[in-house]
């Protein structure tokens, strides 16, 4: 709890950590605060600038803006945020099982996670969609089926690490069953760098799923989408490139907020990197994870 | 005649405020070898470099330290360097990380004696072949052309004591020197240390929290507690009278071991003589 | 130095295997009959099973899967591919040249990101905690939140059409590089900058430094030690990053109309074209594994140590 306390006392953070939170209740109710029904198409309110009734104006399609936006807060980000998290499950699982039983199971493990890393993240989520179709559920499929062997990679180091300290010894000694250990000594220490590591890799997910909405590859129009809305927008480019302000302008904001707060969770969960001395170097973690999330989409 | 004199020494983080040292004074005479003993974390390393100037970036400090009757507080950084090998030679506790992982261990030999001295590098290897063949190295060129991971942490410290032997500096700094090496390689690195003495004529500050080579090492003891010097004598006084209750705890926690160790290393130097 | 190249080789061996097999068996797992999909692309009218049939025995599937792997991966090493479903050309006809393209999109866009973050990197460390440093990672911060295609099509709409300065589309001179090297740049180079500038104030704090200075060495040497030491890590990550540039030029690629990989991939996964998807996926999970392992022989090279460890 202090640490949480920590984290909330930079006021960035805590600006980023609203930000967040207001998008995500607005993501969820979404049909009770977006002004207008994102799908209905106004072909007199084309390109329409701003006014009090539609705020951010109107597309090609004359449907408002600020309603697409908000709607769009539910595929981009907590569609996102739900396949992060299972792969973040699934990962945890196997990282766990490989880091705290090693011997065969560890190799056996880490082995098929070296099959599934030697593919470049965003070739993988290509074979993927192109094998499915496209699809937005399918790029949600391709990056928890790419996703997870990272993050067990990094679990299991971490894991390994817990698994090999003096209590988890003296349990074993004293005969504690291997659920007991892992619920009661291991999970809660590993926690905050899975906490760590998901969120670091939550804006560059962001990013690149909506780069595949982009490419039409994703979420199929009428439906409103980040990445779909600057595909549509692109279109227009030289004649209204006003349309791409909205969106775009959303996601620096949302994947900025991420960023730093994961950064900021990092410095926090990371008592050694507590002292002002050691911030700086706090951030070269979670930069290379940054860096995997990238290659690994 | 006090060939260094730290006084009022004090040493605070400027990030946190916190006072590392309060408030330290102390002299190591001519010729004479000062150790200063105290459990990990009471300050010991920062007082070595704080004579060095060499603390971290944040960490802070004022006092005076005349070194030959000349105030190092009040030098530049060019001057000081300019002491810094050639006069205060700094020796430290892990010979693998002390030397750039990614050179020879040469590389660095040979840019410091370069830039003091300014020799050839003809000149430069003779000079160390001849220190290293001192400190007991068997086949110095070939050690010099490893990499410090070649080594072994016994080894890379008699390298940097050959280094002192060439550079012939006024007063020695160890800071540790032996707590990172086992006891075979702590007894020939005493050894080499008792003969650097013996051989220069140096004056000497020696870190350690090893009061069985204190004993033997050293002339004056000075304890550290919690950055404050607690107790400080002659080697003599220290062991066979302890004023401080710290002291006296340090010394009854080590009997046993120092026993031991004295039984080996007594032993052994017997039979050399 | 031979010994390691060569048992470096020989791990990736294997790896190549199981990934060409992994690749052959993906295709299979598509719930569509490639059949089908050929017939279709051929504006074949009316699609019988006697068709569907007849079109199998003439891609070969109605043989055994393994015999089908084999057969392919043998072709494979000869390059072929077998042919587009779609327009019928071989797929290394088209995906060749498509290759080169994207490869040299990535090494002009590698070497610009090794400059930048060099640079940037060195500046930081040395200038930690100055305004110089907090103004460049902050600035790089709110750059690498930034969605690429967005950064690529406002760049297109100053630079391209407000001003009129540089082509928007299309690989036709030494111009058309420059948007899209400098969207893949800004893209990776905050990353690849902090990783430098950690590095450099990690070895900042090692022991050889105080050593070095504790022997009088001038500052400018010691700090010719640490980059020497920080540009290890440097390497080794660059290495690295070229295979994940090469994978993801995807998105820059189609904003630009880069007649490369990325380009051709979604072309091809719109149009379900399965030979070139799998070639594709093919190529560029080798040239992965390629890079990888020479970024490993170079940071061997570079590092005495981990030369030994293996």
Known sequence: MNRLKYVLKDKVAALSLSIIAVTTVAGVFAPFIAPHDPEEVNMELQFAASSWEYLLGNDHLGRCMLSRLIYGIRPSMLWVFAALVLSVTIGSIVGFLAGYFRGKTDAFLMRVCDVMLSFPGYVMTLAVIGILGVGFENILLAFVLMKWAWFARIIRTSVMQYAESEYVKFSKAIGASHLKIMISHIIPVALPDIAVIASSSFGSMILQISGFSFLGLGIQAPQAEWGMMLNEAREVMFSRPELMLAPGLTIVIIVSAINYLADTLQVALDPQLMTSKNKQLGFETTSIAKLEGKGVA | ?273 | MGRYITKRLLISIPLVLLISFVTFAFIHLSPLDPAEVVLHSQGVPKITEELIEQTKAELGMDQPFLTRYLRWAVSCLQLDFGKSYVNGKPVWSLLGPAFINTFKLTMVSAVSIVVLSIVLGVVCALKAGKMVDKSIRGASFFLTSMPSYWLAALMIWYFAVKLDWLPTSGMDSYKSYLLPVTVITINYAGIYFRIIRSSMLSNMNEDYVLYGRACGLPEKKITMHILRNSLQVAVSVFCMAIPIILGSTVVVENIFAWPGLGTLSVKSILSRDFPIIQAYVLVLAVAFILFNTISDIINAAMNPKVRNDL
């Open chain 2, 1 to 273: 005649m006090n060939l260094l004199e730290v006084n009022h020494l004090k040493i605070w983080d400027s990030h946190t405020d916190r006072v590392i040292i309060p408030n330290s004074s102390f002299h190591v005479k001519q010729g004479s070898c000062l150790a200063i003993v105290g459990e990990s974390g009471s300050g010991k390393s920062v007082t070595c470099r704080a004579i060095m100037r060499l603390n971290k970036v944040g960490i802070r400090q004022s006092g005076d330290i005349l070194f030959k009757g000349e105030n190092l507080s009040e030098l530049s950084e060019k001057e000081m360097r300019k002491r810094r090998g050639k006069h205060l030679c700094m020796i430290l506790q892990h010979g693998m990380r002390a030397f750039d992982p990614s050179c020879v261990v040469g590389v660095h030999l040979k840019e410091t004696l370069a830039e003091h001295f300014g020799w050839s590098q003809g000149e430069i290897i003779a000079r160390m072949k001849s220190a290293m063949e001192n400190v007991m190295l068997k086949n110095p060129i070939e050690v010099m052309n490893k990499y410090p991971h070649q080594l072994s942490g016994g080894m890379l410290q008699r390298v940097m004591i050959a280094l002192a032997l060439v550079l012939e500096p006024d007063i020695i700094i160890a800071d540790e020197p032996t707590t990172a090496l086992d006891t075979i390689s702590q007894f020939e690195v005493v050894e080499q240390f008792l003969q650097l003495r013996e051989q220069m004529g140096c004056s000497m500050i020696f870190v350690s929290h090893d009061l069985g080579i204190v004993k033997l090492i050293a002339d004056e003891v000075l304890v550290m507690k919690d950055g404050k010097i607690v107790e400080n004598g002659t080697t003599r006084a220290i062991f066979t009278d302890p004023q401080h209750e710290y002291t006296r705890y340090l010394i009854s926690t080590k009997q046993v071991l120092n026993q031991h160790y004295k039984k080996i290393l007594g032993g052994v130097s017997f039979a050399e003589r």
